[in-house]
């Protein structure tokens, strides 16, 4: 985090400023610290990233723990399974799969053509 941004930094709790209480710097970049606001609520600075305890970064923080509990397959196969079925059909296209092979488009599905993709809007007929 740069010191420079400090001063426009506001507490996502109570909206008042921070002041910097503690810090390590490398130039103009404050590696590791500490803020506080006018309130009393502090957020950690560590390698660079203020830590604004926010559920997506904690989320985020936790990934490389979570990624140590599960194997590679593990993980393939659960993303895998969230995908959509336009996603799996243009991981197929894009895997080389003729148009002999391609499934009947359905209506509101992606089709490629000529590099771009459109959705198809046409009724087909049964």
């Given at each position: 985090?740069?010191?420079?941004?400090?001063?426009?930094?506001?507490?996502?709790?109570?909206?008042?400023?921070?002041?910097?209480?503690?810090?390590?710097?490398?130039?103009?970049?404050?590696?590791?610290?500490?803020?506080?606001?006018?309130?009393?609520?502090?957020?950690?600075?560590?390698?660079?990233?203020?830590?604004?305890?926010?559920?997506?970064?904690?989320?985020?923080?936790s990934?490389?723990?979570?990624?140590?509990?599960?194997?590679?397959?593990?993980?393939?196969?659960?993303?895998?399974?969230?995908?959509?079925?336009?996603?799996?059909k243009?991981?197929?296209?894009?895997?080389?799969?003729?148009?002999?092979?391609?499934?009947?488009?359905?209506?509101?599905?992606?089709?490629?053509?000529?590099?771009?993709?459109?959705?198809?809007?046409?009724?087909?007929?049964?």
């Open positions: 985090m740069y010191a420079s941004i400090l001063p426009v930094l506001r507490c996502p709790h109570c909206g008042s400023g921070f002041e910097l209480t503690e810090s390590k710097k490398d130039g103009g970049e404050i590696v590791t610290g500490k803020i506080v606001c006018g309130k009393g609520h502090s957020f950690s600075i560590r390698e660079g990233i203020l830590d604004f305890q926010s559920q997506e970064q904690e989320l985020l923080n990934w490389s723990e979570y990624s140590k509990a599960e194997s590679d397959d593990s993980l393939d196969r659960k993303f895998d399974a969230g995908k959509t079925e336009n996603q799996r243009i991981e197929l296209f894009q895997s080389g799969i003729t148009a002999s092979t391609w499934p009947v488009p359905m209506e509101g599905d992606l089709i490629p053509c000529a590099g771009e993709w459109f959705a198809n809007t046409v009724l087909i007929a049964e």
